[in-house]
């Protein structure tokens, strides 16, 4: 072997470093985008416009992915309901408690952002993105249009709302008709997962377009961005404590006649995995134990409503929604009527059934609600560099919820052993160990 082919099969420096790039995890990718964005906006000033192609591809790609992700997940979150058949009144209270805790969140969400309000400094108002002044529609006018005259012509225009119901519909009515459903259902599901997979790699190009984007706003707008994220950091973090600390209290003290103060501490290793993990579905055997170990409830609930949850349940990304939609709009200069703020709260709601366990759900439906009220796209470039630290505390209130849903309605259906509930976790962990909970007894 000679010296130079020797040389030639050693793997180069920038070889190096791209190997080491893509061993990166994407949030931190992301992250490494953003600052490199910010760094180059600010060297270039006005030049970094140049860049911004690069962003608006990755804005074009998402718009690509929404009405058929949100078409063929939304069927397939709809018709995995078939379980609420066989389990009749706890899929019933399951569904109606995650789409109400949901709706909830999203407005809490939106009176935060609305306090704080977390772009004000940032003004953008002055591009092109801004959208044209509208009159606002009814509510009525609202309610009436979100049921589609033609399901093909709402697929086609990208009319959200519409593509919303008509998807849920259709779900239902393939539940309905049994085995008659089942080869449709098996279509949807392989669309879904095609869909998935097409935003997995759809994501992959994340840290590109926000590099991108973010040195055209850093360009034009200088340092004075930073402060508005910063504020949209704390403003999704405070709302995620008063959801937690003070609706699930009101809800298990309400509902159920519990100590909050118990449930906190049996589910604060479900709380921690979820918060280091930022993966409700990677929680789920925490949340398991939890469950079953430490606040008491019967398997056969928990083995149920939890799964269930990690599906439909986000009230910690519809809380998130709330609080950037309005950043967004801020940021943007536009106005929102109170119209829009009730289709938010729709939009994110309905949307909250077929999203969950998507990769980079909360980007994907942030777009989503920014589409349904005509909100800049390129918003979401400004989100992507701190989706992470926001995706950590959204993913604790998923996961919460979820126990909370799990321990009401156990609680409901006799089905929670308030003894063992009420333990410290050391015993509750050795009950557990005895079998001797209404958990076991029951099964």
Known sequence: MTKSSSVSRQPSALGKVWRGWMSLPLWLQILVGMILGIAAGLALGKDATMLKPIGTLFVNTIKMLIVPLVFCSLIVGVTSMQDTARMGRIGFKSFAFYLGTTSIAITLGLAVGYVMQPGAGLSLHGVELAQEAKAAPSVMETLINIVPTNPIAALANGDILQVIVFAVALGIALVLIGDHGKPAIKVFESLAE????????????????????????????????????????????????????????????????????????????????????????????????????????????????????????????????????????????????????????LTATLASIGTAGVPGAGLVMLTLVLTTVGLPLEGVALIAGIDRILDMARTVVNVSGDLVATTVIAKSEDELDEVHYNADMQESALIAEQNTPVTEAKA
């Open 194 to 345: 095609a869909m998935y997979k097409l935003t997995d790699m759809v994501m992959k190009l994340a840290p590109y377009g926000v590099f991108g984007l973010m040195a055209w706003v850093a360009g034009e707008y200088g340092m004075d961005m930073l402060l508005p994220l910063i504020k949209v950091i704390l403003a999704v973090y405070i709302g995620c404590f008063l959801h937690i600390v003070g609706f699930y209290s009101l809800v298990l003290r309400g509902l159920a006649g519990l100590n909050p103060v118990h449930f906190f501490k049996g589910i604060s290793n479900a709380m921690a995995v979820a918060f280091t993990t930022s993966s409700s579905a990677g929680t789920l055997p925490a949340s398991m134990k939890c469950a079953s170990e430490y606040l008491g409830v019967n398997k056969k609930i928990s083995s149920f409503v939890l799964p269930l949850g990690t599906t439909i349940n986000m009230d910690g990304t519809a809380l998130y929604q709330g609080v950037t939609a309005l950043f967004v709009a801020q940021a943007f200069g536009i106005d929102l009527t109170w119209v829009d703020y009730l289709t938010i709260i």
